[in-house]
Each structure stands twice: as C-alpha cells, then as structure tokens.
C-alpha cells in the first residue's frame, strides 16, 4: 500500500488545479489550488465530500431545502458537504483545499441547478 506526500503533490502545483494523490472508493482525495473566483456547482450523490482549507479563505455554498447556507472557511478549517447537496465555492484570493470525494460527482454551471432540467 503506498504513502502519499501531501507536501510534494503541492510542489510546482499553479493556480485552478487539482492534483489527484490517491483514487478512494468511485471518487478520489486530492488537493486544488486555485486563485478568486467562482466554482461551477457540484453534487455527490451517494456520498459526503471531506474538505480541509490548508492555505487561504473561502466561501463554501450549500444548497438546502430551506434555501442557500454560506460557510466561511478559513486556513486550518474542515467542512463536510452533506451528500446529494450542490455546493460551490467563492474563493477570495487564494486556495489550496485538500478534498476527499468519496463518490461520483455532478457539475453543473446552471444559476439553481435545482431547477435545471
């Protein structure tokens, strides 16, 4: 079984990148590094997503029932994105996050990708 190095996988990483490190489960854990902007929404439908903010801050939308909920996250922080959610990101400056996406993922570039066909 090997090891993984964060630390390297991070190396000569630029900006709006994913680095995958290891494939776990249908989906993957890696890390993305990206500067300000919007992410597209995204869901996982059968599976919680493990976010981990090692560098930067960032908005993390979260599409409910009872409406959008904004958390901030800021270096350090951890969040876990309930399964079968859309979700996208606001990144302020800058971001490195290290992701654990069990599962398939959605995308969608819809305004409420709720209400897209």
Do not use: C
Not at 19 to 48: M, Y
Not at 72 to 86: E, K, T
Not at 105 to 113: I, R, V
Request: a negative charge; aromatic letters at 6%; zero cysteines.
């Amino acid at each position: 079984m090997p090891a993984h190095n964060l630390n390297a996988a991070l190396e000569g990483l630029s900006d709006l990148q994913f680095k995958e490190l290891a494939r776990f489960n249908k989906g993957s854990v890696g890390v993305f590094r990206t500067g300000a902007g919007i992410s597209p929404w995204e869901r996982h439908p059968d599976d919680d997503e493990y976010l981990h903010v090692l560098d930067g801050e960032v908005d993390i939308t979260v599409l409910t029932d009872q409406g959008a909920v904004r958390t901030v996250l800021s270096a350090g922080s951890i969040f876990i994105v309930p399964r079968g959610l859309w979700h996208r990101h606001t990144i302020r400056d800058r971001l490195v996050e290290l992701f654990v996406t069990p599962g398939e993922t959605e995308h969608s570039t819809a305004e409420d990708p709720r209400l897209a066909p």
